[in-house]
Each structure stands twice: as structure tokens, then as C-alpha cells.
């Protein structure tokens, strides 16, 4: 672990490169940006081999959800940073005729990237897309949990970039801590809702802004009317990819009672067809990140009836594709965010049980709800609250650079993703410009006489 004086000097050495005013130049984030995406793809074995150590992720994943996401982000922060960076001229009312105004996007400084595990690549280097687009210099501060992903990242930054630029710093919560102790212009963490205090707690003693990309229970809501094949193949895709370890992950399944039967015999057959008759021989079915999380998701097997999965093998921190039925609210399953491969299922007969269920929970960072019916959609959409929402599928909502992801209430502050990203590690400074032609003297004492003018101005 670094002491507090070499940290210091890190965030000193990043502040003096900002201030040398390279990054404001437009052509220089995107020769930065450029050259991330050179090294992410110098890289994509060792990456691909690092996520594998970590998580078993299948190369699959590995390459979908986390390198070419990055090289997807990349190439569309550069189609629109010239848009972005633009002064955006804004109309100005009369009464402050003859001014022009305009909405300027500024760079906040040096910004700390803190990352979870479970994506351990992707959500380091997503944000630091977004802070070299905006013109930051950035400090990252990958999981030490992914320590072979974290260790990859470190070596390709290091490799890559001028440390005043950007600059990784390795460790745990100590690590963090100590990062936490300087002042930095925006911390923008993922993880999970109690860390997410903590951090928050933290930046209040530098009045430093956040970006807080936090976790829950994603809720997966499932009316009588919709494509049962299509629905099952989404939903189990989505809840048992990176084996639930997954922050927009469904977590639990809230099923019509009339329908129940038949999604659950159909996500039986999509496991089958997905991981083979035994997922623990599957090269496509993740494993669970350390013991303390495979000791901790064990426990979650106790509730309910297993439908299918159940199964555990500890040496390989092995945990099937697990559905249980005849769950309550009140079992441990459903008392945390699950975070793991068990998808547990609870039945309702009308629509508005289900809703008064999710609304009596914190708000989630993902909502699911299939149903082929426009009505029930809208009514799902206009009386619950989430961070984003799927309709007919899940995940996927987070793929749309369009659609900024972030969470609401207890799953996060803020967003980012594509120009939500950009608007995140910037300043939004407006700017009045005055001109020398006219000087009206309303606005300056005495006011004697003048009330009537400016009623009239205001009415
Ligand atoms: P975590 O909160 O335990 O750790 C996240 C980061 O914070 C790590 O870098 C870790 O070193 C650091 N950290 C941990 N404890 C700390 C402390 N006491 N003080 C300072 N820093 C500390 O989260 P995790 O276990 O890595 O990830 C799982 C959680 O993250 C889940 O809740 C999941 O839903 C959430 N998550 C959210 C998103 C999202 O985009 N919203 C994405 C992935 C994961």
C-alpha cells in the first residue's frame, strides 16, 4: 500500500498536469481516447485472461460485455465529442438585450474512479471514457477482489498513459480510504449501497460531488400475457450471465400466479440449452468471485423449493443455476440483493399486489417487467420508480449508449453511459456576454419612478 505523502503526490502531480491546460484541448482527448482504445485491443487476450482468473468469465462475456463494450463507448464519445465540446449558444430574454448567452461544457479537474468486481474491466474504463472525453485527468482505483483484472489494468495504464493523466492506485479499502483523504473535483464510485456511504460521507468533508452507481434488488416482473419462450430465454440469459453477479441482474421474479407453471418449466428448459445438463462442466457459466460470497450465496439455497440447481462444489466455488419457488418475502433470499445464481420466485394474482410489493422496497437500479399488453406497460412504468427499465428483456437496457444508466434513491446518484457520461465529469458554465452599445438604467438606483416600468416588464 502507498503512504498518504506518495498518494498525495499523485493527486498533486495529475492537478499540475490539469492545470498545464493540455486537456482542455479538444484534439488531445481524442488522441488519448485513441490510444485507450489502441491498448484495450493490445491487450484483449490478457484482458480475456484476467477476467477468466477472476470470475471464469467465459471469453464470450468477456469480450461482449466488458472490451468491446469499452471500444463501443470509446467510438462514440469520438463520432460526438466535437458536438460536445461545442459552446452551445442559448436565447437570451429581452430585458437583458443587446447580451448573447452560452452554455459552455468545462472540465472539472482530477476525478477518482472507484470499481467493483463483478465487471471488473468494464466498469473501471467506462468512466474513465467519460473523464478523458470531458477533459479530466483521472485517478482509478480498481477491486482488489478482481485482483488478476485489477493487476491487468494497472499494467495497461501504466504502459499507456503518463501518470498525470491517468494513473491507477491498487488496493483495498484502505487504498480507498486514503484516496478518499484528498481532495479530488468528482468521486464516481460503483459498488455496493453501504460502501456507497461511506464515499459519499467522505466527499462531504471536500464538498466533492459524486456519482454513486449502486446495487439492490432488481425486480422482474411477470404479467399472464406474453411470449413464454422468449420471455424465459430473457430472463434466465439475463439473471444466470456472469452467474448473477451482475448489478442490473433480475433479482427475484414476481410471477402471475396463472402463468407461473409453465415460465418456470420453460427457464428449466433454457438452463438446459444454455449450460448442458450439468453447468458446472459448461465453459459458458461463470464462477462465484471469492469464498466469502460463495459462503454467503450457500446460504441463500435454504429457503423455498429448489426447482432446478441447487447444487454446490466449494473447491471450485461452484453455485448451479438455481430457481426456487414458494418463497416469502420474509425468507434471507429476499432480505439482501442476491448478487449470485438464485433466482427466487413469489406469485401475485393482480397486478397491483405486485406493484405495492416492489414500491415497498428501495428503489431498484433495474425494473423488468414483461407483458405484451401497452396498457399494463404504461401502468407499470407510471405507478413504480427505477434507476432504468427493461420492457420485454433484461440487461440490455445498459447496452444503448442513447440511454444514460444509473440508479435512483438507494441505487444511486447520477448517470453516465454515452453523452451522459460526458455531462457527468463536466461543468455546465453559463456565460452572459454584455455589449458596450447600450447601458439601460433601469436596473440601477434610484429607483424612484421606475416601479411601473418593471411591473410592466414582469407582468
Ligand atoms: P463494494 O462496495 O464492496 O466495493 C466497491 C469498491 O469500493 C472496491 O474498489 C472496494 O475496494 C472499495 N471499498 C470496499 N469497502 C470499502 C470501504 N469500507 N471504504 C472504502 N472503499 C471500500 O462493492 P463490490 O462488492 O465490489 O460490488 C458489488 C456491489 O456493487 C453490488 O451491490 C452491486 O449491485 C454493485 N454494482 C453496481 C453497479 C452499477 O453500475 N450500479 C455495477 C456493478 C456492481
Not at 459448461?282 to 429457503?303: F, K
Amino acid at each position: 500500500m502507498l503512504t498518504q505523502i506518495a498518494t498525495s503526490e499523485i493527486v498533486k502531480q495529475q492537478r499540475r498536469f490539469f492545470e498545464s491546460g493540455k486537456t482542455n484541448d479538444v484534439a488531445f482527448r481524442i488522441e488519448t481516447l485513441k490510444r485507450l482504445k489502441q491498448a484495450i485491443t493490445d491487450h484483449e487476450t490478457a484482458i480475456a485472461e484476467a477476467l477468466q482468473a477472476d470470475l471464469n468469465k467465459p471469453k464470450f462475456e468477456a469480450i461482449a460485455s466488458e472490451i468491446a463494450f469499452c471500444r463501443e463507448e470509446i467510438d462514440y464519445a469520438l463520432k460526438h465529442i466535437k458536438s460536445w465540446t461545442k459552446p452551445k449558444k442559448v436565447s437570451t430574454p429581452v430585458n437583458l438585450f443587446p447580451a448573447k448567452s452560452q452554455v459552455i461544457a468545462e472540465p472539472l479537474g482530477v476525478v477518482l474512479i472507484v470499481a467493483p468486481w463483478n465487471f471488473p474491466f468494464q466498469l473501471a474504463m467506462v468512466p474513465l471514457i467519460g473523464a478523458i472525453a470531458a477533459g479530466n485527468c483521472a485517478i482509478i482505483k480498481p477491486s482488489e477482489v478482481a485482483s488478476h483484472t485489477s493487476n491487468l489494468i494497472a499494467d495497461l495504464i501504466s504502459k499507456t498513459f503518463n501518470p498525470g493523466i491517468v494513473k491507477v492506485v491498487e488496493g483495498g479499502k484502505e487504498t480507498t480510504q486514503q484516496l478518499l483523504a484528498e481532495k479530488f473535483d468528482h468521486i464516481f464510485f460503483t459498488g455496493g449501497t453501504q460502501v456507497g456511504k461511506i464515499i459519499m460521507k467522505a466527499a462531504a468533508e471536500n464538498l466533492t460531488p459524486v456519482t454513486l452507481e449502486l446495487g439492490g434488488k432488481s425486480p422482474c416482473i411477470v404479467d399472464s400475457n406474453i411470449h413464454i419462450e422468449h420471455a424465459a430465454r430473457r430472463i434466465t440469459w439475463g439473471k444466470f450471465i456472469n452467474a448473477g453477479q451482475t448489478c442490473v441482474a433480475p433479482d427475484y421474479l414476481l410471477v402471475h400466479s396463472s402463468i407461473k407453471e409453465q415460465l418456470l418449466a420453460a427457464m428449466k428448459q433454457c438452463l438446459q440449452e444454455f449450460y448442458g445438463e450439468n453447468p458446472a462442466n459448461s465453459p459458458d457459466y461463470a464462477r462465484i468471485i471469492n469464498d466469502n460470497h460463495y459462503n454467503r450465496l450457500s446460504q441463500l439455497l435454504e429457503a423455498g423449493e429448489i426447482v432446478v440447481g441447487g447444487e454446490t462444489d466449494a473447491a471450485q466455488r461452484y453455485i448451479a443455476p438455481t430457481i426456487i419457488d414458494q418463497v416469502d418475502w420474509d425468507d434471507a433470499v429476499m432480505q439482501e440483493e442476491i448478487f449470485g445464481p438464485i433466482l427466487p420466485v413469489l406469485e401475485y394474482e393482480e397486478l397491483e399486489e405486485a406493484i405495492a410489493s416492489v414500491n415497498a422496497c428501495p428503489k431498484p437500479l433495474a425494473l423488468y417487467f414483461f407483458s405484451k399488453d401497452r396498457a399494463t406497460q404504461k401502468q407499470v412504468l407510471q405507478e413504480t420508480s427505477s434507476g432504468g427499465t427493461g420492457i420485454n428483456d433484461t440487461i440490455m437496457q445498459l447496452m444503448s449508449p442513447e440511454l444514460p444508466f444509473g440508479g435512483v434513491g438507494n441505487s444511486g446518484i447520477g448517470a453516465y453511459h454515452g453523452k451522459a457520461s460526458f455531462d457527468t465529469f463536466s461543468h455546465q458554465r453559463s456565460i452572459l456576454t454584455q455589449s458596450f452599445l447600450l447601458d439601460i438604467k433601469l436596473r440601477y438606483p434610484p429607483y424612484e419612478g421606475k416601479l411601473k416600468f418593471l411591473n410592466w416588464l414582469f407582468k
